[in-house]
T-cell receptor, first 119, second 112 residues
Framework: AQKVTQAQTEISVVEKEDVTLDCVYETRDTTYYLFWYKQPPSGELVFLIR??????QNEISGRYSWNFQKSTSSFNFTITASQVVDSAVYFCALSEAALKRQGAQKLVFGQGTRLTINP | AAGVIQSPRHLIKEKRETATLKCYPI?????VYWYQQGPGQDPQFLISFYEKMQSDKGSIPDRFSAQQFSDYHSELNMSSLELGDSALYFCASSLEGLDGYTFGSGTRLTVV
């Protein structure tokens, strides 16, 4: 069975600090996808990144970076020089490979990390 | 670009009433998913449809039912509403997972 664990329930930092959100996952599939979503106070789920299990390259997008390590089943997310607008709940999620004639499989979410950036 | 459209955005119902939530997926997406997110919780998978057929089922109460219609829109019907059904309900769509999952803005259901 799939499982995603975000051990950090809440993180609070001062603006401009770097912050890393941890994500550990469990799956028996060899093909799977990992995601990060941001949920601001308005409630919508904002897609940040999708990574497939065969691509372990780290990715950087502006102030955001992701570190995928299959050896430790982790997919951590770092925000550099945090800003107040980064305050939100962040979810890590996992889906297993699409099944033939069944489409893409459901997303399983972690419990979320509430990130507060203080001015 | 077209997104996933959910309606209504907000809904207030009384206990034991019925509610219907609608979802219009991105055109040509073949799979629709419904999720329920209670206050302070992560989204929980309810049910999905692939090409208008139910493809997977999660922890969906028997009081809830869903279907996908010939035009690919989907509806989540909830009967005998309980206070605990108050939550944010998300619909998402996907094309065989090739481009990830696109979520709608959600319907916030409040049961009073």
């Amino acid at each position: 069975a799939q499982k995603v664990t975000q051990a950090q329930t809440e993180i609070s930092v001062v603006e401009k600090e770097d912050v890393t959100l941890d994500c550990v996952y469990e799956t028996r599939d060899t093909t799977y996808y990992l995601f990060w979503y941001k949920q601001p106070p308005s409630g919508e789920l904002v897609f940040l990144i999708r990574r497939n299990s065969f691509d372990e390259q780290n990715e950087i997008s502006g102030r955001y970076s992701w570190n995928f390590q299959k050896s430790t089943s982790s997919f951590n997310f770092t925000i550099t020089a945090s800003q107040v607008v980064d305050s939100a709940v962040y979810f890590c999620a996992l889906s297993e490979a699409a099944l033939k004639r069944q489409g893409a499989q459901k997303l399983v979410f972690g419990q979320g990390t509430r990130l507060t950036i203080n001015p | 670009a077209a997104g996933v459209i959910q309606s209504p955005r907000h809904l207030i119902k009384e206990k034991r009433e019925t509610a219907t939530l609608k979802c219009y997926p991105i055109p040509r997406h073949d799979t629709v998913y419904w999720y329920q997110q209670g206050p302070g919780q992560d989204p929980q998978f309810l049910i999905s449809f692939y090409e208008k057929m139910q493809s997977d089922k999660g922890s969906i109460p028997d009081r809830f039912s869903a279907q996908q219609f010939s035009d690919y829109h989907s509806e989540l019907n909830m009967s005998s509403l309980e206070l605990g059904d108050s939550a944010l309900y998300f619909c998402a769509s996907s094309l065989e997972g090739l481009d990830g999952y696109t979520f709608g803005s959600g319907t916030r259901l409040t049961v009073v």
